[in-house]
């Protein structure tokens, strides 16, 4: 139980008792008891029904890239709304034409590849139309290779290549498990070994499973692999932002290519600029067979996500119609506002924009690590932030204090220059001791500083102690 103070108000502990007989458990995880009922949102702020104000530094999961309410994509909805506000998927429109070209035309100039745009209506449901990709166009095998503290969705087919356990435990398994490959995660890495070093070593026990067939996957007679696709987070979300050497995926497609395995790409978390390009695989110099989307295309105003594959995989002569089919996938009302979406990052150097406020936020993060022991790592690429949590050595993993640390957050009792505020922090990592930071892209330099005076107060507060 939290040590939060019940400041509940008469209507929203009916609201409560009301979730508490009526809602499924299964699809939310109360953080803090008894859970905050939130009423309104702007910019990088929540507001709850006492309107106490939060500085969101989630965003949604990193749904919300570009603030909530932004002016500019709510008003491509209700324009939308206005027109074609809905049209069965058997039918076409002009945005989901348009959209598809934008997504292609790019993926073509970045990775030299003719490929085409699939959607469907979010990033769980988008990994298994890339697993029906990837079996077709393998002859139906269903093995894949992940990482460990890999998260690609809680679906069946996409709790098959998540590392977690607990997602699968009690449904089976759809096909066959991945088998998990270690990623280069330094900070927990061997000792004596530099970032880069690390990242090829992890390359170098991964490519040793084919040096012989005794190893399992890998037939030298007929050079083929047992395993399809290889799925990966060029940044890991879940796993706790963990941000792999700039080596890593190069030297690992090598591997991929030789022996004949696809690189499927999940940009669900870290697409649309969260680490200052497009799609955060473009750090990395490799080109991806598959990649998926979703999230942040349509700011989270609408649940539309999907897939770019490479012509050869996805053409209609190898992926006939009717090879997948969602009632509400490329509806007009998410087509409309990722077409804005594409527009609007086009206008100004989003890039450099998220990269300049990236280097500032991560400046304030590694000040706080300088004087507080317990803030073992901090690390980012643009706006992708991480803090892990630990104990006084500074490296021993410290749920219960980042735990603690959430709940003062929620308290929205934490002054600054006189006003009150909450703070709202997601939780990631393998020991779950990782504050995983994914600000507004439109966050402005003051609301940075801000940022870093709150977490600067609430690691004050549970160190004190």
Request: charged share 25%.
């Amino acid at each position: 139980m939290s040590n939060i103070p019940r400041i509940t108000s008469e209507e929203d502990q009916i609201l409560l008792d009301k979730e508490s007989r009526y809602c499924s458990f299964g699809d939310t995880v109360h953080y803090i008891e008894p859970p905050r009922i939130f009423s309104r949102c702007e910019g990088s702020y929540v507001y709850d029904t006492n309107d106490q104000a939060y500085l969101d530094l989630q965003m949604w999961y990193s749904a919300v890239n570009f603030g909530y309410a932004n002016p500019r994509l709510n008003n491509a909805l209700k324009q939308q709304i206005d027109t074609l506000p809905q049209i069965a998927s058997q039918y076409l429109h002009k945005g989901k034409i348009e959209l598809s070209e934008m997504i292609a035309v790019d993926a073509k100039k970045k990775f030299g590849m003719d490929g085409r745009v699939h959607f469907n209506v979010g990033g769980s449901q988008s990994i298994e139309d890339s697993l029906k990709v990837v079996r077709n166009a393998s002859n139906g095998k269903s093995l894949m290779f992940a990482f460990e503290g890999g998260y690609h969705g809680r679906t069946l087919g996409a709790s098959s290549i998540t590392s977690s356990y607990r997602y699968r435990r009690r449904y089976g398994h759809f096909g066959e498990r991945a088998q998990f490959i270690p990623f280069p995660y330094h900070f927990r890495g061997p000792k004596g070994m530099t970032k880069e070093e690390y990242g090829s070593y992890c390359v170098k026990q991964f490519a040793r499973l084919f040096e012989t067939e005794y190893n399992g996957v890998w037939d030298p007679k007929t050079q083929q692999c047992e395993y399809a696709a290889f799925y990966v987070e060029p940044i890991q979300g879940t796993g706790g932002y963990v941000i792999p050497p700039m080596n890593f995926y190069s030297e690992l497609k090598q591997v991929l290519d030789q022996h004949g395995i696809l690189m499927v790409v999940d940009e669900i978390q870290m697409g649309f600029y969260r680490t200052g390009k497009l799609w955060s695989i473009e750090h990395f110099d490799v080109k991806p067979d598959v990649l998926v989307f979703g999230k942040a295309l349509t700011n989270g105003l609408n649940p539309l996500g999907g897939i770019w594959a490479r012509e050869e995989l996805i053409n209609p002569g190898i992926f006939p119609p009717g090879s997948t089919h969602s009632t509400f996938a490329s509806n007009p009302l998410g087509t409309a506002v990722g077409l804005e979406m594409f527009k609007m990052t086009s206008e100004v150097d989003y890039g450099a924009m998220v990269m300049a406020k990236g280097k500032y936020f991560l400046a304030g993060l590694e000040d706080l690590k300088k004087r507080y022991k317990i803030v073992g790592d901090v690390d980012g690429l643009g706006l992708a932030l991480r803090m892990e949590i630990c104990g006084e050595d500074g490296f021993t993993p410290d749920k219960a204090k980042l735990d603690e640390m959430v709940e003062e957050g929620m308290k929205g009792d934490i002054e600054i220059d006189g006003k009150r505020l909450g703070l709202i922090l997601d939780v990631g990592g393998y020991y779950k001791n990782v504050i995983t930071l994914a600000p507004s892209l439109e966050i402005s330099y003051p609301e940075i500083d801000l940022a870093i005076a709150l977490l600067d107060r609430l690691l004050h507060r549970v160190t004190k102690k």
